[in-house]
């Protein structure tokens, strides 16, 4: 159940779930009163899928059901279904599915994110959803500075991640799986940097991350959108205004 006062989640199963496995709740917050609620799970059934909200008087499945007071009520809007490990960002259709243009997001004022040019991190947790030869664009930008050339951090081909400062690459040893979530971390200093793919050994060299100076760009390279779109979903992008150790980036991205 979700709770629609303070965006709790409370049990996941209950009857009528045994086709179903892995189930897992995400609420987030949005504007104005409104909540955005998403349930993922793992099914093998090919019957129709039904969704049913019931507006209950308690935290609890199979709670008191609301009938209602003639006044008060909940806005509904937005329904979505999908395939995928995590929820997209909202998708508009009517009566048939739709292909819609990439997501891209740009920062644009630094101050917001409290951003610090000495020393940072930068977080990603994403899913790419083909393998090598399936797509042309294998080097999609998760995160990137002012300049095309330089990633924050990135995919390659080979499945691996890498980060760029003037075009010099850092990449993991380690490699993700398509179509399966990743996280994935860089740190940097005038020390150097580092990068860290699902908890893995961290790579590190002694070369400075090229920081941004006026803008940040979630899901393509630099200005352009057009430009490394990165093929997949980001389910969720950080930013620390401090260096984490190597410890600390295993176990972010564990």
């Known amino acids: 159940w979700f709770s629609v006062t303070d965006g709790a989640i409370g049990a996941s199963t209950g009857t009528g779930?045994?086709?179903?496995?892995?189930?897992?709740g995400k609420v987030s917050q949005l504007a104005n009163g409104w909540y955005r609620c998403a349930i993922t799970?793992?099914?093998t059934t090919t019957t129709v899928i039904r969704f049913l909200v019931d507006p209950s008087t308690t935290n609890a499945i199979g709670g008191?059901?609301?009938t209602g007071d003639g006044v008060s009520g909940i806005y509904l809007f937005?329904?979505?279904?999908?395939?995928?490990?995590?929820?997209s960002s909202y998708i508009p259709t009517t009566s048939a599915s739709v292909t819609r243009s990439a997501d891209s997001t740009l920062i644009t004022d630094?101050?917001?994110?409290?951003?610090?040019?000495?020393?940072?991190?930068?977080?990603?947790?994403?899913?790419?959803?083909?393998?090598d030869g399936a797509n042309a664009a294998l080097n999609g930008r998760l995160i990137s500075r002012d300049s095309m050339a330089d990633g924050i951090i990135g995919t390659s081909s080979g499945n691996f991640i890498e980060t760029y400062s003037g075009g010099v690459a850092l990449r993991t040893g380690n490699q993700f799986t398509p179509s399966v979530a990743a996280k994935a971390a860089v740190s940097y200093s005038s020390a150097g940097r580092s990068l860290c793919l699902n908890g893995g050994t961290v790579a590190s060299d002694a070369n400075p991350l090229v920081v941004p100076t006026q803008l940040i760009?979630?899901?393509?390279?630099?200005?352009?959108s057009n430009?490394?779109?990165?093929?997949?979903?980001?389910?969720?992008?950080?930013?620390?205004?401090?260096?984490?150790?190597?410890a600390e980036l295993q176990a972010l991205t564990a």
């Open 41 to 43: 799970a793992t099914t």
């Open 110 to 131: 630094l101050s917001k994110i409290a951003f610090n040019p000495i020393e940072g991190t930068f977080y990603a947790e994403f899913m790419r959803t083909f393998s």
């Open 217 to 224: 760009s979630i899901g393509s390279a630099g200005s352009s």
């Open 17 to 24: 779930t045994t086709a179903f496995t892995n189930i897992s």
């Open 78 to 87: 937005g329904a979505q279904l999908e395939v995928g490990a995590f929820p």
């Open 64 to 66: 008191n059901l609301y």
């Open 227 to 246: 430009t490394n779109n990165f093929n997949g979903f980001i389910r969720d992008i950080r930013y620390i205004p401090r260096r984490l150790s190597n």
